[in-house]
Structure formats: structure tokens, C-alpha cells
């Protein structure tokens, strides 16, 4: 059994920071990417920044310049620091990786449970 536990967020005012973390545990062999998505009260799920497993990242245009995504891989645990927050920034924040849970199965997608970011203005 594999789990995302995500930790962080809260409310922040804007032109704050929050930072995000994500440990995943249980039975792992390998994890391949690692992401955080996000999903704003009327809208769809989006992609927030997405890291691989050698360190490659992408951004949404939106938190470019402003959120920096990162990985341990040890800890099998992914962060994301956000900083210049913005009130459009408040969503649900949710943890996403694809893992591997020996080396004779296909990779798997799993998610986190999500955590809240409130951006005051």
C-alpha cells in the first residue's frame, strides 16, 4: 500500500510564501515523476509544476519565476516553495507521483489527499 502525505499550506497573505511537502511511503521500488496539481472551487485540476526523478522541473506559466518545485529522493518526499503568492494562487494543492511498487509491475499514479492554500488580498 502506497501513500501520499502531503503538509503545509495554509492562509497567507498575498505577496507570502507557503512552502509544500509530499512523502510518499509504503511498498516502493522506484518513483518516477513527482508533481503538485491544483484545483481552484469551480474549476478543473491543473498542473502546478512537475519534477523528474533526475531533477528536470516544468512549470505552469502562471507560477513561473514564482514557485520552485523540488525532490529528495532518499526521503522520497517532493516540495514545492511558493513565494509572491497571489490571491489566485488559493486552491486545493494536490501531490501526484508515478510509482513503481517492484521491479516486475507496471508504474502506478497516486495522489494525495490535498492540502489548502489560501491567498488573502
Known amino acids: 500500500q502506497v501513500q501520499l502525505v502531503e503538509s503545509g499550506g495554509g492562509l497567507v497573505q498575498a505577496g507570502g510564501s507557503l512552502g509544500l511537502s509530499c512523502a510518499a511511503s509504503g511498498s516502493i521500488f522506484s518513483i518516477n515523476d513527482m508533481a503538485w496539481y491544483r484545483q481552484a472551487p469551480g474549476k478543473q485540476r491543473e498542473l502546478v509544476a512537475r519534477i523528474t526523478s533526475g531533477g528536470s522541473t516544468n512549470y505552469a506559466d502562471s507560477v513561473k519565476g514564482r514557485f520552485t518545485i523540488s525532490r529528495d529522493n532518499a526521503k522520497n518526499t517532493v516540495y514545492m516553495q511558493m513565494n509572491s503568492l497571489k490571491p489566485e494562487d488559493t486552491a486545493v494543492y494536490y501531490c501526484?507521483?508515478?510509482?513503481?511498487?517492484?521491479?516486475?509491475?507496471?508504474?502506478?499514479?497516486?495522489w494525495g489527499q490535498g492540502t489548502q492554500v489560501t491567498v488573502s488580498s
Open positions: 501526484y507521483a508515478i510509482i513503481r511498487i517492484d521491479s516486475r509491475t507496471y508504474t502506478y499514479q497516486y
